[in-house]
């Protein structure tokens, strides 16, 4: 019969499933088996917790010792079951009592001397916990600050196995809850008064912040393309608790939280290496898919530099992602869904080249062409703004005219994105650019004689249908930024001229 029930967590991309394990001791000849379908690596716990206990002062049975994992059919990874499999082992053999972990969810690694180690994804586990119905956690000690940003369920910390059993058996000062508070350090962003000149591109910037819009910046290397890119989360509003949470279980999941910062509060800036694979850029890997880096840039940028040095299987993956907000991968084990709401900048050169002086280019047309031609027709209908950078000269340097620094443009941005949410309060949209084309034609539609232009340039062939909606969405934005409450046929053509510029 079951001698003992003890809770876990599996995870599913970025969802957590409650697992119940259960132990029982005796049937047969001496040995533990775990059923259930563990991986490699939880089926290794077999040694990893028999030591933990030994090491932690107590006999490991000499009898079999069976854990059953359930929901069985659900595949199930990780280390992160070491503890509950320790404490289900020892309810069971009656060392330990079964009240104090009744409701009580145990998520940890052990090592070999009863230690316990930080796991992958403990945020949304505890997340997935608490909407089970469990009151109560331990986890390793190192990541409390991170459990202890799930409010409504008690969190405590364990440095080893040792200090688990005596609270167990009463001593309540043997774990430490979470410190106070919840504010973290974040690193200041680099300020937007550094960029030298470029008014054009400082100016798409802006919108691009203010309505949440892809940005494609083009020109000669050194003339500030990076530098604008890497100034853009400094635009952006911070995080609601609720947007900081999704993102922070993204950041948990793929491993890459700090335990000084848990919580990611400000907007991600992710700028992956043009050499980058698919799987890092979009997610994947072997069984469940994890997260790549359109994931991590949840509610943030992803900036891919030199763009046109990426390989086009890699830009074109991201097409489904930049229109629908999340990607899906399907793997072995299952198909996961992780969000992927994030402000797209390309920024590139125009040809292989890359003089300082367009002049002094020595590229075929051809080559131009090609180079240019990686970045396709149908990824770059799916940005919103476009702009043509020209080199720093010496007049723009010596201008006396100091730039205008982050937190003044910060504060335009602010009061666009508060106009816009605002108006797309009831319908559950934060910016412009999530606002679905069919909404903006049937219940924002604008005035005939202020989107003329638009119907010329999609008679002509010079527009696609998504170029009209995008268009929309940055003369919206164009609206916020100057205050007024409908767009006009002039913000209407500033829009359509963002997206006419071209690379070359």
Not at 6 to 26: H, T
Not at 138 to 147: D, T
């Amino acid at each position: 019969m079951v001698l003992a029930r003890i809770w876990s967590v599996a995870l599913f991309g970025v969802d957590g499933i409650p697992v119940e394990i259960e132990a029982d001791i005796g049937g047969g000849r001496p040995r533990t088996q775990i059923v259930g379908l563990p991986d490699a690596a939880l089926n290794e716990a077999k040694d990893r917790v028999r030591a933990a206990v030994r090491n932690s002062g107590l006999a490991w049975p000499d009898q079999l010792v069976t854990f059953a994992l359930s929901p069985a059919a659900l595949p199930k990874g990780g280390a992160g079951y070491d503890l509950a499999l320790a404490v289900a082992m020892l309810v069971a053999d009656q060392k330990l009592p079964p009240d104090p972990f009744h409701d009580t969810v145990l998520v940890g690694e052990l090592a070999l001397d009863g230690r316990l180690r930080m796991v992958r994804g403990v945020l949304p586990c505890l997340l997935a916990a608490r909407r089970a119905g469990l009151r109560r956690a331990v986890v390793p000690e190192s990541a409390l600050a991170e459990a202890s940003l799930v409010h409504g369920l008690e969190v405590l910390g364990a440095a080893n196995l040792g200090q688990v059993l005596a609270w167990a058996k009463g001593d309540v000062e043997a774990l430490c809850p979470p410190g106070q508070g919840d504010t973290y350090p974040t690193t200041a962003p680099p300020d937007l008064v550094d960029v030298v000149g470029q008014p054009e591109a400082r100016w798409a910037l802006e919108v691009a912040a203010a309505g949440g819009h892809n940005l494609l910046l083009a020109g000669p290397p050194g003339t500030g393309k990076t530098m604008l890119a890497k100034r853009l989360p400094g635009l952006l509003p911070l995080l609601s608790r609720e947007q900081a949470l999704e993102v922070t279980a993204i950041h948990s999941v793929s491993g890459d939280l700090s335990p000084d910062a848990p919580l990611v509060a400000v907007p991600p800036f992710i700028a992956p290496h043009h050499t980058t694979s698919v799987a890092a850029l979009v997610g994947g890997g072997v069984g469940i898919a994890k997260p790549g880096a359109i994931s991590k840039a949840h509610f943030g940028v992803l900036l891919l530099d030199e763009a046109a040095e990426f390989a086009s299987d890699r830009l074109e993956a991201l097409r489904t992602a930049l229109e629908e907000g999340e990607i899906r991968l399907a793997r072995r084990d299952g198909v996961v869904t992780y969000p992927a709401r994030f402000q797209l900048v390309l920024a590139t050169n125009t040809c292989p080249c890359a003089p300082p002086r367009e002049t002094d280019c020595v590229c075929t047309p051809i080559t131009r062409r090609r180079y240019l031609s990686r970045l396709s027709g149908p990824l770059l209908d799916r940005v919103d703004l476009r702009v043509r950078m020209r080199p720093i000269t010496a007049m723009s340097r010596a201008l006396d005219v100091a730039p205008e620094d982050t937190a003044t443009v910060r504060a335009r941005v602010r009061q666009a994105r508060d106009r816009a949410v605002h108006r797309w309060a009831a319908r559950g949209w934060r910016t412009n650019a999530e606002v679905p084309g069919p909404s903006l034609r049937r219940d924002f539609a604008l005035p005939r004689e202020t989107t003329a232009i638009l119907d010329r340039a999609l008679t002509t062939g010079t527009l696609t249908a998504r170029g009209t909606d995008r268009c929309v969405r940055i003369a919206w934005t164009l609206a916020d930024l100057a205050g007024q409450p409908q767009p006009t046929s002039d913000h209407v053509a500033t829009a359509l001229e963002f997206r006419e510029r071209r690379a070359a």
